[in-house]
């Protein structure tokens, strides 16, 4: 539906009036049928390829605005972002979307860009929240064997600094 309204409304060379549709497209989706699960990486990547396909004529939006497009990739995004346990790589992520070209001849690159540093920072994040755990799970189990009461002195001889490196390397 919404690559419908933006090819239909889109003239090249000039503003697209489907922003505001699109734009009350998504939010209706994901405020009435949030458990409506929609691949839009797949989409979105896809149509970039598609816009940036030299075979099929010069490069003319087949789809959406630069504007429209920008938004579309913004807004697919923001749930992912949200999740992310590290401002500085939200406003990363943020910044190069909103600094870099969407015109039809950049988009599948600056696509594939912004998706592959948010899975990065996703796996980082992860690993950050693993071996949160896994030090937590170090310094109760060497603080209940301890003769020691105070916390600190606990944190320091449970070996976390040895341990949490090395399990690391693994994952």
């Given at each position: 539906m919404i690559e419908k309204i933006g090819r239909a409304s889109y003239v090249a060379g000039k503003a697209s009036s489907s922003l505001p549709c699109i734009k009350n497209l998504v939010k209706t989706q994901q405020s009435a049928f949030p458990e409506y699960d929609i691949d839009w990486q797949g989409i979105i990547t896809t149509w970039a390829a598609e816009?940036?396909?030299?075979?099929r004529g010069p490069?003319?939006?087949r789809r959406f605005h630069n504007s429209t497009f920008k938004y579309l990739v913004r807004a697919?995004?923001?749930?992912?972002?949200s999740s992310l346990g590290v401002e500085k790589w939200r406003k990363e992520?943020?910044?190069?979307v909103d600094g870099r070209c969407w015109?039809?001849?950049?988009?599948e690159g600056s696509v594939r860009l912004i998706y592959?540093?948010?899975a990065h920072y996703e796996r980082l994040s992860k690993l950050k929240e693993a071996a949160s755990l896994l030090e937590l799970a170090l310094?109760?189990?060497?603080?209940?064997?301890?003769?020691f009461t105070e916390k600190?002195?606990?944190?320091?001889?449970?070996?976390?600094?040895?341990?949490?490196?090395?399990v690391l390397s693994f994952l």
């Open positions: 816009d940036a396909d030299p075979s490069f003319i939006a697919t995004i923001e749930e992912r972002l992520i943020q910044t190069d015109f039809i001849r950049y988009r592959s540093k948010l310094w109760k189990t060497h603080f209940e064997d301890s003769i600190d002195i606990c944190r320091i001889k449970c070996g976390s600094n040895v341990v949490v490196p090395n």
